[in-house]
């Protein structure tokens, strides 16, 4: 299986922005036609989807970063980012960035087979 290494993550106040990378690991690739998605999580909530892009570049978002958040990819370097702009403290946890099948989208995290490590995003107001 592929794995997923994420980058970028870091503390922040209310009102800045981060960048989150997420690489597959050296001579590994994602398939292009795979969805790819952003979750997070914080301690004692289940896992929250972020955001979802397919592999032909259309993207949606969770309703609570829309506007704020964009999600890309760059598939000729294995690569899946997640700018974050405008950001709360309600959006601080553990972000991980997943590939699925073409099919499914963040509300589904269970169709995700292959997950990154995580990487901690803290916003302090």
């Known amino acids: 299986p592929v794995h997923l290494v994420e980058s970028g993550g870091g503390s922040v106040q209310s009102g800045g922005s981060l960048k989150l990378s997420c690489a597959a690991a050296?001579?590994?690739?994602?398939?292009?036609?795979?969805?790819m998605g952003w979750f997070r999580q914080t301690p004692g909530k289940e896992r929250e989807g972020v955001a979802t892009?397919?592999?032909?570049?259309?993207?949606i978002y969770a309703d609570s970063v829309k506007g704020r958040f964009i999600i890309s990819r760059d598939n000729a370097k294995n690569a899946l980012y997640l700018q974050m702009n405008s950001l709360k403290p309600e959006d601080t946890g553990i972000y991980f960035c997943?590939?699925?099948?073409?099919?499914?989208?963040?509300?589904?995290?269970?169709?995700?087979?292959?997950w990154g490590q995580g990487t901690q995003v803290t916003v302090s107001s």
């Open positions: 050296l001579g590994e690739d994602v398939r292009r036609d795979n969805c």
């Open positions: 997943a590939a699925g099948p073409f099919y499914t989208s963040y509300s589904a995290p269970s169709d995700f087979a292959t």
């Open positions: 892009i397919y592999g032909d570049g259309g993207a």
